[in-house]
């Protein structure tokens, strides 16, 4: 029986893993004591990795539809089915033909991660799509406009702040997001040991609201008027208290005019919260000795997300809690991150291209996911006719997914990379499958900008490819060169691309791309990559270093980096950045509205993962979780029993779940968990579909966030019936 210890890949906690194995079979995962970051802390989750490796479901050789039937074939088959096909289609309509979709395990994939965007770019499309706009794109747009980088992303400062907001969040069941940090429910804890105060704004009593001092039930899209509301308070009442940060900020006076309409009283209809509440939040976040606002999700997938997530960061710039000990603070990760790179400041820039159909702008290099089906379906110039895949399920996982369903039933060519056949795969013409965790190597490239401490980690693969696999970056590097040229090349055309245009990146003085490639030779993939990122990073380290320290290597606790962080062309904190200022007319052309019917949002369950956990039967045993939360007041007025079937109707679909009746959610707001659905025809996932639950996502219409282009998950307007 050997011990291997390996960083979790299964969300964004990055805990230690210690995995007990007897040949190739897993028989034990626990927590690494030894872990810089997460000491011996695993959830639930973490535990079923194993059985993802065990799971006889999981694609383990690629698949070709003959007939409408996939065979197993192997990749050298599957890569002339794509010659064949894929090069014709891009020289007949073009390359924006050619669609991408790149789902979020890409970015807990150190392989895909470092290969998706040069096969991006050999494609030469602009119809590139990614979990991303259903999603966290509102703050990365704001995070580019305020400080010049999508990922210079503020993180809250949970181990030394003495009070912390959390806005649509729900950390003890997601274990976090948008703020790295394993074991959620300990650090926060800590806050309330150490006398601090915890406040979970969220229309919901969440797992996380129940364990803090305060909840506020806020109505769903009621954020942005609350966080305006909040800094109103903090510049009527003199609240503001800048302190070092003053030299660093740009048009903080400007934000005072902006939130000028949103009184306490003035939002107080569309949040659901009273005035008094608002103003003594708003006091208390200035008068603590630290604080940090956090907003995640709720605040994101929403009508005014970009809105929302620009106004946390006002909150914390107003009461002088930004890039200091306690407050949020900007993490120096190791390797990959563009602000740890001299570079020029420039401003920020969307709307580049426009999607076809309804012009909406590009953000980021990508197009909204919520176009995606339209793309497909509407007929003309420029339509998608081939899409391509990358480990995402959008039918499940992005707006009306009945219509994206059947507009993949209408490609002339579908490839996906993934480990499942499943509602979307299953359009699929070619199916590649990448090898599983255990087969390769670990390192958070996205995660460590993303911290609470500055940490690094590294895990090499654990078990070896079988014959017939192939690393998902040589997949993606075949496709490129077939995207390119018209036939395969070898993987190490592609890869040794990759590592010049990388080493050129982080290049200096000191190192010079030639110095750097031949440092890290005879290394190659991803690992000569991480190698090379690694020395032009800032703390001057190799892989080398990583492999000797298995648990890790903790660089502390977040320092102060103002101004040296920002890329902005004013080289300041932009706090009213144009297209914020201009998008805030919108908000406040919404504040007289009147609430008038149910709402629905989502939820996440502490044993899921988006669609993706529900075949692995320890993430699913226990009663049925796929139920349509809502509160006895709304349901004794509509005739609902507790788990009885009820349909919920929107402007995009219909569906019948079970109700499940519960004091702890607001009324006028139900809830249904998206990542579920899992009875379509020709799916292979035996434990999900005994499971199937019903598809949230067949409700939630193409609705965006205007600004962003992030699609309206939350506040969705639904008639429900028993
Ligand atoms: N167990 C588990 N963990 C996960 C995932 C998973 O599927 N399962 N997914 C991972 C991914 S991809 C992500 S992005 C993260 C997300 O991590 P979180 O952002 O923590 O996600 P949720 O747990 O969905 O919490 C969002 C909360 O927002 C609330 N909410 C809905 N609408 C509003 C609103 O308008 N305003 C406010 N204030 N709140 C609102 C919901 O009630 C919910 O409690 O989780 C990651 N971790
Ligand atoms: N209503 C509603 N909808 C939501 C959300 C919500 O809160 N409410 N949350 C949104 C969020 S935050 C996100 S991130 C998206 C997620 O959206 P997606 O990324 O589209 O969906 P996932 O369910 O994460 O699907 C991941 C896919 O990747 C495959 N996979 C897993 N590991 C690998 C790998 O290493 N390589 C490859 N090639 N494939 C792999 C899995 O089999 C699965 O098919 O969903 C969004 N949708
Ligand atoms: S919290 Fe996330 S990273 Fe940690 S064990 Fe659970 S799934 Fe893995
Ligand atoms: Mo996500």
Known sequence: MDTFIRTCPLCEATCGLAITMDGDRVTGIRGDDDDVFSHGFICPKGTTLGDLHHDPDRLRRPLIKRDGRFVEVGFDEAFAEIERRLPAILNEHGRDAVALYIGNPTVHNVDATMFVKPMAKAIGTRNIFSASTVDQRPKELACAWMFGGGLTVPIPDIDRTDYLMILGANPLESNGSLATAPDWPGRMQAIRSRGGKVVVVDPRR??????????????????????????????????????????????????????????????????GIDADTTRRLARELAAAPTACVYGRIGTTTQEFGTLASWLVDICNIATGNLDRPGGAMFPKAAAGASNTRPGKGRTFRIGRFASRVRGAAETLGELPVACLAEEIDVPGEGQVRALITVAGNPVLSTPDG???????????????????????????????????????????????Q????????????????????????????????????????????????????VAQGVATEVHSAEDLLSAVAPRRGPERILDIMLRGGPYDITLDDLIAQPHGIDFGALQPRLPEVLRT?????????????????????ALDRKPNGLVLVG???????????????????????????????????LGVEDGK?????????????????????????????????????GIRLSVASEKAGVNSNVLTP?????????????????????
Not at 573 to 582: G, T, Y
């Open 450 to 501: 993303l911290s609470v401490r500055n940490v690094a980690n590294y895990s090499p693969a654990i078990l070896p490819l079988e014959d017939g696999q192939m690393h998902e970056w040589e997949s993606m590097a075949v496709i490129a060169s077939i995207a390119q040229t018209g036939s395969r090349a070898d993987p190490s055309v592609v890869d040794d691309l990759v590592a010049l245009t």
């Open 603 to 637: 939820r996440r369950h502490l044993r899921s993962n988006n669609s993706w956990g529900h075949n692995i039967a320890a993430m699913v045993k226990g009663r049925e979780r796929c139920t349509l939360q809502m509160n006895p007041a709304d349901a004794a007025r």
């Open 645 to 681: 079937p009820v349909k919920i109707a929107s402007s995009a679909g219909e569906l019948v779940a079970p109700a499940e009746i519960t004091d702890d959610i607001r009324e006028g707001v139900v809830s249904l968990p998206h990542g579920w659905g899992h009875d379509l025809p």
């Open 206 to 271: 969440t797992r996380t609201a129940a364990k803090a001092d305060e909840h506020v039930a806020i109505r769903p899209a009621g954020d942005a008027f609350f966080l305006a509301a909040i800094a109103h308070t903090i510049f009527d009442e003199g609240l503001v208290s800048l302190g070092s940060l003053e030299p660093h900020l740009n048009g903080f006076d400007d934000v005072r005019a902006l939130v000028a309409p949103f009184t306490p009283e003035a939002v107080a209809t569309v949040t």
């Open 402 to 448: 009945a219509r994206l369903d059947r507009a993949l039933a209408g490609l002339d060519f579908m490839i996906s990379l993934d480990v499942y056949l499943n509602e979307t795969t299953r359009h699929a013409d070619v199916i590649l499958p990448p090898p599983e965790p255990l087969q390769r190597s670990h390192y958070d490239l996205a995660f460590s």
């Open 569 to 589: 062309e004013s080289g300041k904190v932009e706090c009213a950045p144009p297209p914020l200022a201009e998008d805030v007319a919108r908000l406040r052309a």
């Open 702 to 722: 193409s609705v965006v966030d205007t600004l962003s282009g992030n699609a309206v998950l939350n506040g969705i307007p639904v008639d429900v019936s028993a």
